[in-house]
């Protein structure tokens, strides 16, 4: 296990665990914390965990990890490494098994006082349009040659069926749509898991939530989002659902004697990994593609669905029920980026895990209206508990491979925080903190409560004070919907 004294502060807010720690390691490895935060991650393997990445083929410096880091599969949660190309690898564990976990930020033109005496019956609506727990099927189903067009196509599929808007497309990451998606990469057995369920949250820390904007912090940022004090905003968070925990799972098999094939000597067998440029790298990454892209044609029904409660719902009650895109990151995935590394322009394979894009300003890849204040980032908290959005930065682009934190980060296990909460009480004690919930499970809720997670608020400071994301505005909840 690490412990403090393995680690050195380089900044207010960011520790080093340098190259001469193990012998093994081919970088160092930093983290972005304070100091709450980080004896929270000296309790588990986070920590080891980042430093095995360290020894991966290819590895630039650092490797790092946001202050919502958390033990996971092969790399921390939280966890952002990035290799160089040609010969750097690709490492599914980089990734998850929920490929393209993201959030949906949507804003309406009315107010929460506005809305509020509807409450119950929106969140009744949303409830039963938009289909959550373990292994839900949703109401679209689609056929094999659908299915390939919505692996290969996402958003552009969403936008061509009449589910999205061009507004829509143009303010989501990649637009929706990850070039090289190959649907004859995908298991037989990936797809039949995700036939039936595009346009569902699934379970876990997945949720709908409506929100109202309950601080600005940065005006400029916030007018160009779309974003003012008192507005209602709607959330949605989940991803690729059995699809891409299949993908995951049969990608991970395929790579274990492919990583002894390369002879790559690795600390955990949950790093399997491969060479981008070889047969399984890259179908790997085109598989991976097709998940990313299923995931926001997912994000981009339930977005319709939304749309369709908040219509029936207050249509003729407010001026305006319309739901608008401010923005969808994705928070599992490993891309092909340009980044300038000693002055030169240079391929990476930028792996996230729990992390967020973060472009800054001026970056092409930003949508054209918010390209002069950066890229937006989501970062939801825990259940009853605010949620904030911020905004990519030119340091971010500097020290992070333009990332950022993803959320507040576990600090329970799920198992553990049902030891201690009640499902039903929490709800009662939400409800009574005028946050109306629609959930399937009590034991569910009870696996999200806010205690399983770190303060987001000093997560979102540190990335703020480290200076690689700006505060923008903050969201409280007003209803939640869980599988």
């Given at each position: 296990m690490i412990s403090r004294q393995d680690l050195r502060r380089v900044g207010d807010y960011l520790y080093e665990i340098p190259q001469t720690f193990r012998h093994d390691m081919r970088v160092s490895a930093h983290f972005y914390a304070d100091d709450q935060i980080l004896s929270k991650a000296l309790e588990d393997r986070s920590l080891e965990q980042l430093v095995n990445t360290t020894t991966l083929p290819g590895v630039m410096p650092p490797a790092m990890a946001m202050p919502d880091i958390h033990q996971g599969y092969g790399f921390p949660i939280g966890g952002v490494v990035a290799t160089r190309l040609p010969g750097g690898v690709i490492s599914p564990g980089g990734v998850g098994y929920d490929i393209n976990c993201g959030v949906r930020l949507l804003a309406a033109h009315i107010t929460a006082d506005e809305v509020r005496p509807y409450l119950a019956e929106l969140a009744n609506a949303l409830y039963e349009r938009l289909p959550s727990g373990v292994g839900v099927k949703?109401?679209?189903?689609?056929?094999?040659?659908?299915?390939?067009?919505?692996?290969?196509?996402?958003?552009?599929?969403?936008?061509?069926?009449?589910?999205?808007?061009?507004?829509?497309?143009?303010?989501?990451?990649e637009r929706g749509h990850m070039a090289g998606a190959d649907p004859e990469r995908v298991s037989k057995g990936a797809k039949e898991r995700g036939t039936d369920q595009v346009g569902t949250l699934g379970s876990g820390n997945h949720f709908a939530e409506i929100d109202v904007v309950s601080k600005i912090f940065d005006v400029e940022a916030a007018e160009a989002f779309g974003l003012h004090a008192g507005q209602v905003t709607f959330q949605i968070h989940c991803g690729s659902r059995g699809l891409g925990h299949q993908v995951a799972t049969d990608y991970i098999q395929e790579f274990q004697p492919a990583s002894k094939r390369y002879g790559f000597q690795l600390p955990d067998r949950e790093l399997v990994c491969a060479p981008l440029d070889s047969p399984e790298g890259r179908n790997y990454l085109a598989a991976m593609n097709c998940a990313a892209n299923y995931a926001w044609?997912?994000?981009?029904?339930?977005?319709?669905?939304?749309?369709?409660?908040?219509?029936?719902?207050?249509?003729?009650?407010?001026?305006d029920p319309d739901l608008f895109l401010v923005y969808d990151v994705a928070h599992n995935m490993a891309k092909v980026e340009q980044h300038r590394i000693g002055g030169q322009d240079t391929s990476l394979c930028v792996h996230r895990k729990g992390a967020t894009r973060a472009f800054g300003p001026g970056n092409p890849a930003v949508p054209a209206d918010y390209r002069a204040i950066g890229q937006p980032v989501l970062v939801p908290g825990s259940m009853g508990t605010a949620s904030y959005v911020l905004s990519?930065?030119?340091?971010?682009?500097?020290?992070?491979?333009?990332?950022?934190?993803?959320?507040?980060?576990r600090v329970l296990s799920r198992s553990e925080a049902k030891r201690q909460v009640r499902g039903e009480q929490l709800r009662e004690e939400l409800e009574h903190a005028g946050i109306l919930i629609r959930a399937g499970s009590m034991s569910g809720l009870a696996e999200e409560a806010p205690l399983a997670y770190k303060d987001v608020d000093r997560v979102v400071a540190v990335v703020a004070a480290a200076g690689i994301a700006r505060i923008v505005a903050r969201l409280q909840p007003l209803v939640v919907i869980k599988g």
């Open positions: 949703g109401h679209l189903h689609v056929n094999k040659s659908e299915l390939d067009r919505i692996l290969a196509e996402g958003s552009g599929w969403a936008l061509r069926e009449g589910y999205a808007r061009s507004d829509d497309v143009e303010h989501t990451e044609a997912n994000r981009q029904v339930l977005s319709y669905r939304a749309r369709e409660a908040f219509e029936e719902v207050l249509r003729g009650r407010v001026a990519g930065t030119t340091a971010s682009m500097e020290r992070t491979f333009g990332s950022c934190c993803h959320g507040a980060g």
